[in-house]
Structures are given as C-alpha cells and as structure tokens.
C-alpha cells in the first residue's frame, strides 16, 4: 500500500507530517501498539525485578531493625547500576522502534520481529540518546520553552542512528538539516505535545497511537529534512517513496 503525500522534500516544517504519519501507523496498527506495550511491560517488569533484588539484600536490616535503611537504599552504586540499565532497556528498544520507523516510511510493511531488530545499534543508539537527554535537560532549564527547539531538532537523529549514522555525525547532520526551519519546528513540536497530551485523556489508551506517530515523525522529518533514507527495495509498490534529492543537504 503506498502512502499518499501532498508536499515535495522541501526542507521545511510541515504539520503534515502528523497526518501522513497516522496514516503509516494504520497500515499496521496493531504491529505498532502491540510493540510500543511490549517495550513498556518490559522496562517496567526488569526494573521492577532489580528494585526487588535491592530491596531484598536489605531484608536482614529490615528484620533487625524493623526499618530499612536508608543508606543502603540510596546506594549510589546501586542507583548506577539501575539507571544504566533502564537505559539500555529504552536504547535497545528505542533502536527497534526506530528502524521500524524507517522501514515504515519506505512503505514496507512491518511484523513484530523488527522490534527486535535495532539490536546492531544499541551503543549507537544509548550514546545518542545520552547527549539527548542532556539536550532537553538544558532545554527545560531555559524556561521550559528549550525543550521544544530541542526536541525539534535532535528527536530525528534517531531515525539517523537507527540507519546505521553515527552518533556524533547524526547530532552534526540533524542540528544542519532541522535548523533550516527552527522556528516553525518549535511551533509544530508544541503542537504534536498538545495532539500527544490529548491522546492520553482518556485512560492513556491514545498514547499506544500518538507515540510510534512521534516516532514515525522522526523517519519523515529525515527523509525531508536531513537525507533521504535509503529507497525502497523492488519489492516495494511503486509510488510509496517520494522522488529523494540526489543528495543530503550540505
């Protein structure tokens, strides 16, 4: 099934993106929620089975003396081991939703195996997503508004490291391609956060939908933006991939 688009590689903002980007994730809606439940019910169930390990080793104290103690639950070593963790958790599954992304955005259609896929990218992905995280954080810390230009211009480079880019070349080629339409990028990274916010109204169900858009978006804002994912393959049906530039943008 080819995707219709209504606008050209033109390297700029367009609030298109959240309806071609619906339109992908109903080809293979279920594929999509039921891959985004599996990553969440597994962060949650491994953190949880750690946090319970921790809390076990301080069984002895607790029976001792009827109190858990809380240096031993403020651990730094401990707190390490599971924020490192965690984050390889969302790096590995962050890899495989993100390839799906890619593949989406090429037309192919996806199964849930390619969750599972991103796994050569892990490192690539956690180290990206490191510098991230410390870009939003200094974006929350100007005012809150930051995190929006932030989000705008680094949250495709995903979609970059998921297709085999490296970190730090990915943060160079996003932040050259994104800053091309900063401002209208900030406008439609408030927008999608209101869309997302909305979705979660009622009972978080619209999350399950509005998340792998987000990360569709990524794929799309590359492909417009930044450098052409590869083309489709011949098995793709004609028409699913907009005619790419001959080359990225300088």
Request: aromatic letters at 16%; glycine letters at 8%.
């Amino acid at each position: 099934m080819s995707v219709a688009t209504s606008y050209s590689s033109s390297g700029r903002v367009n609030f298109g993106w959240i309806g071609e980007s619906f339109e992908i994730y109903k080809r293979d809606a279920g594929v999509w929620s039921f891959s985004v439940l599996i990553s969440l019910l597994s962060g949650f169930a491994i953190s949880f089975i750690f946090n319970i390990a921790f809390y076990t080793a301080e069984i002895p104290s607790i029976i001792v003396n009827h109190t858990v103690d809380p240096a031993a639950r403020q651990n730094p070593i401990s707190q390490i081991f599971v924020f490192v963790l965690n984050l390889a958790i969302e790096s590995f599954f962050y890899a495989g939703l993100f390839t799906m992304a890619n593949k989406a955005v090429r037309g192919q259609r996806l199964n849930i195996s390619d969750l599972f896929s991103g796994a050569p990218q892990l490192l690539s992905i956690l180290f990206y997503k490191l510098g991230y995280l410390l870009l939003m954080l200094a974006g929350y810390i100007a005012c809150g508004v930051g995190a929006f230009f932030s989000w705008y211009l680094f949250w495709p480079g995903f979609a970059l490291v998921a297709d085999g880019e490296e970190p730090g070349v990915a943060f160079s080629r996003v932040f050259e391609g994104m800053k091309q339409d900063v401002w209208n990028g900030a406008a439609f990274a408030f927008a999608l956060g209101v869309v997302v916010v909305l979705s979660c109204l009622p009972c978080f169900l619209g999350w399950f939908v509005t998340y792998p858009m987000s990360i569709i978006i990524a794929a799309l804002a590359c492909r417009d933006m930044i450098k052409p994912i590869a083309p489709p393959s011949a098995e793709v049906q004609p028409g699913s991939w907009p005619p790419p530039p001959t080359e990225g943008p300088s």
